[in-house]
């Protein structure tokens, strides 16, 4: 394959520069022996483009459906896994080129691997490289960890890890650490994911307990135990050899040292809330307080405040110490009348428990049926 460093590449009539990329050969045949084209690779990450190839090869990859075409072109995460998932995203003939744009633009200091397959070359070709440069500056580090309160319950679901900088990818799982009331770690405690669960600036990153060990009556709970036990202390550990995105280990490991507490198991329900009305002229927050913690990133994403007319109202959300209620604060004086909280069904707590339906549903034979409407609406009046 022919890498270009030094030129200029169109796409969709912008005329971007290019930088050079060092690119380590993983394949089957020599380069030599192939028509692979040339690598390129936008500046910003936003896409990955196969240029040069010739007019036949490009004709097939067209004739192909769009699922078989996302096969020919294949980006991954340089990790220690066995057999990681392609990074999310789409391929596309554009421009007399191939071009595999990611969900998510490339993150710099992260090692990517580029896998073509036929009919785009003849025998499966892989090319590892790293995007972007390392960068100078202060080095990032753990801002938050949620739930943010010292006593969770045995049925945990998930954890937010939040940071200063985005992050690098495909390294998070062997930075991350459950210890034990004996102090050892746990290795089976969280479900690793080849396509590991960022937000799109990577600061936010979501690690799962392993659900097979949280919910009853499966194989791993049975096997391994549960992941947490009630009546006992435990540890998180994020340690600093963790890479930002930069290339820079993390300034300090973090620990969030908690206690474990009975499973919650009810399923969510709204009419164990406490909602307080601001008053008319003011831009005092609306408030809601909740019965138990709620999942800290829904909760700041999925309420909305509608009036009347069913307009969403503009303001500021904020989430209470422990994730125990949501204020929301107008951008411009609240004007009586009356308004709704609106409460998509979709919304947990950290547990897995939804609106009307609990996580371990199974074990709930008095829940006739499942919630089937989308949305709950707490109407409040503004005097």
């Not at 392609?86 to 003939?93: C, E, I, K, L, R």
């Not at 992260?110 to 995007?131: D, G, N, S």
């Not at 979501?206 to 709970?221: E, F, N, Q, S, Y």
Request: aromatic residues 8%.
């Amino acid at each position: 394959m022919r890498l270009i460093t030094s030129r200029h590449f169109g796409l969709a009539g912008a005329w971007l520069p290019l930088f050079a990329i060092h690119v380590c050969l993983l394949a089957y045949a020599a380069a030599a022996a192939e028509n692979l084209g040339e690598l390129v690779i936008d500046p910003a990450g936003a896409w990955i483009a196969i240029d040069k190839l010739n007019s036949t090869t490009l004709e097939q990859v067209k004739k192909l459906s769009e699922q078989d075409q996302s096969q020919v072109l294949q980006l991954f995460v340089q990790s220690e896994l066995r057999d990681p998932p392609p990074v999310a995203g789409s391929v596309a003939v554009a421009q007399g080129r191939l071009v595999l744009t990611p969900r998510y633009p490339l993150v710099p200091g992260t090692k990517y691997l580029i896998m073509q397959k036929p009919p785009l070359v003849a025998r499966a070709t892989a090319l590892a490289f790293q995007f972007g440069e390392k960068k100078s500056g202060k080095p990032g580090r753990v801002s938050a960890i949620y739930p943010s309160a010292d006593r969770l319950p045995e049925n945990l679901l998930r954890f937010y890890i939040f940071f200063s900088k985005p992050m690098s990818r495909g390294e998070a799982y062997s930075h991350i650490h459950l210890l034990g009331p004996d102090g050892k770690a746990d290795d089976a405690a969280f479900l690793e994911l080849g396509e590991e669960l960022w937000d799109g600036s990577h600061t936010r990153f979501t690690l799962l307990c392993d659900p097979g060990r949280v919910k009853r009556g499966l194989k791993p709970r049975e096997e391994l135990g549960s992941v947490l036990h009630a009546g006992k202390d435990y540890t998180l550990v994020v340690d600093a050899a963790w890479h930002d995105a930069s290339g820079q280990p993390l300034a300090e490991s973090m620990q969030k040292k908690f206690h474990v507490v009975d499973p919650i198991e009810a399923p969510i329900d709204t009419g164990q809330w406490h909602l307080e009305a601001p008053a008319a002229g003011t831009q005092e927050p609306a408030t809601l307080r909740f019965d138990r913690p709620l999942d800290r990133a829904l909760v700041e994403r999925l309420f909305e405040i509608v009036e009347g007319k069913g307009e969403p109202i503009a303001g500021r959300v904020e989430v209470d110490e422990h994730e125990m209620g949501w204020r929301f604060t107008p951008s411009e004086k609240w004007v009586a009348g009356d308004y709704q909280v609106v409460v998509p069904t979709v919304l947990e707590d950290p547990s897995g428990n939804r609106i009307g339906r609990a996580f371990e549903v199974d074990e709930f034979p008095a829940v006739q049926q499942s919630i089937t409407q989308k949305s709950i609406s707490l109407p409040f009046r503004v005097k």
